[in-house]
């Protein structure tokens, strides 16, 4: 079947860049993807693929009916939406958003979507079971999958499989990790209480900025002597807001920050070491705090089975020159670990760089994508979803 798989991946590249560049044209914001959901519905409808529209509020879902006796039924996720960035490809189908682009490759990821249904549909009567399409909103904000999962799409899934592109990876080869992929990523607020004074007298006020420096330098020099170096923690401080004005002693400092952990154990006792140090900071000081750690997604743990049918179905289809086993995860985030709490999954990374340019990192405003990757993702989705039933 690899061969008819291929045949018809190739016969759809042109379509396949078509709807890539539509895509990529017409971003639309997490939760937003009223166009986007609009046209997957499209393109999946006349396939051939039976579809159900607003799940997940705006996530999209197809079914591909096989024809066989295997009653396990096999899921396939990509995302749709967007981020808001400004773009600077200069590309002739560049964001028609203004501060909007499809800078994690999502455009791609959802093309991959519908080539893989477009396959998968053509090629029903070989399937020994049935397949579930999820078109999900609203990866960015980490909230899609939460939806989606809340609409049912689980429901008799017996295992589920996701690509994100990695423009660290040359197009035409596929990364496979075994284990954890990405980080558990958590939400961290602290407020830190003291008095105001003037500022030519320091020593009559609590100055709640200094004691906010003392916590975020201890916190970041704490997670080297303390925390196990093979256990990686990355605790950032992206926002800090406080004082009223330049001859103040700030009475009141706000700490948002991002905690991302691998390991469940640390992650369990992160919010206790957390709080502890920035207790005895103020409590040095004279100061009171408030403290809120919100978990968010946990980490992706890729299923060992269904990483080797990749591996297995990308060695099979491209050779096992052009397939990378990684060696290290990522502290990146991503909500498909939400589905892996109903099933077991795994994520392969699709290479979408070019190898004679710079690549510039998911997120950044000129990131781009080779399209020859498309190929690559459709045809290993595809037949590793084949293999499943073998």
């Not at 009559?204 to 916190?219: G, K, M, N, P, S």
């Not at 099979?316 to 060696?327: C, F, K, N, P, Q």
Request: charged residues 15%; aromatic residues 6%.
């Amino acid at each position: 079947m690899l061969t008819q798989i291929k045949d018809i991946a190739l016969k759809l590249a042109p379509r396949l860049i078509e709807i890539r560049r539509h895509l990529h044209s017409h971003p639309e914001l997490s939760g937003q993807e009223y166009h986007t959901s609009a046209y997957v519905a499209g393109v999946l409808s006349s396939s051939g693929v039976h579809v159900r529209e607003a799940v997940g509020k705006t996530g999209v879902v197809g079914e591909v009916q096989g024809h066989g006796s295997d009653r396990r039924l096999l899921a396939i996720r990509t995302d749709m939406d967007a981020l808001p960035i400004n773009e600077r490809t200069g590309l002739e189908f560049t964001s028609r958003a203004t501060g909007v682009m499809h800078a994690c490759g999502h455009d791609v990821h959802t093309t991959v979507g519908l080539g893989t249904a477009m396959v998968l549909s053509e090629l029903a009567s070989q399937l020994p079971g049935n397949v579930r399409l999820l078109f999900q909103p609203a990866e960015e904000t980490a909230q899609g999958a939460s939806w989606m999962i809340a609409d049912g799409v689980m429901e008799n899934v017996s295992a589920i499989l996701s690509v994100h592109v990695f423009p660290s990876i040359p197009a035409g080869k596929v990364g496979i990790r075994y284990g954890a992929l990405t980080a558990a990523a958590d939400e961290l607020e602290i407020t830190i209480i003291g008095e105001s004074g003037h500022g030519a007298r320091p020593h009559e006020a609590i100055d709640a900025i200094w004691i906010a420096a003392q916590v975020i330098t201890t916190l970041q020099q704490a997670i080297s002597r303390t925390q196990n170096p093979l256990r990686p923690v990355v605790l950032s401080i992206g926002q800090i807001t406080g004082g009223r004005a330049p001859n103040v002693i700030a009475d009141q400092v706000k700490l948002l920050g991002s905690v991302r952990s691998l390991h469940p154990e640390t992650r369990t006792n992160l919010p206790g070491w957390i709080e502890k140090i920035v207790a005895n900071i103020c409590h040095s000081y004279g100061a009171q705090y408030e403290m809120s750690y919100r978990p968010g997604v946990p980490g992706v743990q890729n299923n060992i089975g269904l990483s080797q049918i990749l591996q297995t179905a990308a060695e099979e289809a491209w050779g096992s020159d052009r397939v990378l086993v990684l060696t290290e995860p990522s502290l990146g985030a991503e909500d498909f670990s939400r589905y892996l709490e109903h099933a077991p999954g795994a994520m392969f990374r699709l290479g979408v760089g070019y190898e004679d340019r710079t690549n510039y990192p998911l997120h950044h405003p000129q990131f781009e994508v080779n399209e020859a990757a498309i190929v690559t993702g459709v045809v290993t989705l595809a037949y590793a979803a084949v293999k499943y039933w073998q």
